[in-house]
């Protein structure tokens, strides 16, 4: 919960990572709450890409914070605070991975795709915004590993070429590779579920035909009402 009643937390809002962790190596909860705050999405994808499991992803978030809050002393001012942060969670995520079983479950990667527009959607928007993002986050999570983490760090994220490169210990040409193979993969495995989609796009009916609808009826009846031949009328009297 986000600290509340103190003017310092207030002011500590706009101060930079580095700012943050001084503040946090002096034990201030507000400090901890916002470095959570900014960095719990990058995080979570992170390992969200790794483990493929939401819950263990969260796991390894709750892992990374109670690490890196104990071992504030660790870090140097001069690395991003993001980077650092990541390269704890993706050890944790690596660490627990190696642990288990191989699994071949997918679930769904939570905000993997970000909203497609700023209004809130209506009910039908909703339910289409909702199955592509259920297909896109399927696909991603059938990925190979090597691909699919650099996806996400990539693509998702929006990492670096460089900083992907330096957190997976890989070069940059390799994380080239991986991103491109793995986009190439996501389009294969999306063409054959999308092609029987495509003759349904671009459909005009339901609400938005009725809105239409509606909309041209009343205009039509403003213009024409003076010479009482309001085209529902018209048609009434016919039949």
């Not at 140097?76 to 390269?87: F, G, K, N, Y």
Request: hydrophobic share 45%; with cysteine; net charge neutral.
């Amino acid at each position: 919960m986000k600290p509340t009643g103190s003017t310092e937390a207030v002011r500590i809002e706009d101060l930079d990572d580095a700012g943050l962790v001084e503040h946090a190596r002096q034990r201030d909860p507000a400090a901890f709450w916002l470095i959570i705050k900014r960095h719990n999405q990058r995080l979570h994808r992170v390992a969200r890409a790794v483990l493929n499991d939401d819950t263990e992803a969260e796991d390894v978030l709750q892992e990374t914070y109670i690490h890196a809050f104990t071992h504030l002393a660790d870090f140097r001012a001069e690395a991003q605070l993001s980077t650092w942060l990541t390269r704890i969670a993706l050890n944790e995520a690596l660490g627990r991975r190696r642990k288990r079983r191989p699994t071949v479950d997918v679930k769904a990667i939570e905000g993997m795709v970000a909203p497609f527009s700023a209004h809130k959607p209506d009910p039908e928007e909703a339910a289409a915004l909702a199955e592509i993002r259920n297909l896109l986050e399927r696909a991603v999570g059938g990925l190979p590993e090597p691909f699919r983490i650099v996806f996400v760090m990539r693509d998702v994220e929006e990492m670096s070429i460089e900083e992907t490169a330096f957190l997976l210990a890989l070069r940059p040409q390799t994380v080239s590779t991986r991103l491109y193979r793995a986009r190439r993969l996501l389009r294969e495995a999306l063409r054959d579920k999308l092609a029987t989609v495509f003759t349904d796009t671009f459909l005009f009916a339901g609400a938005r035909c009725d809105r239409l609808a509606q909309s041209v009826f009343d205009r039509l009846a403003i213009r024409l009402v003076r010479k009482d031949t309001h085209p529902l009328n018209t048609a009434t009297e016919r039949t």
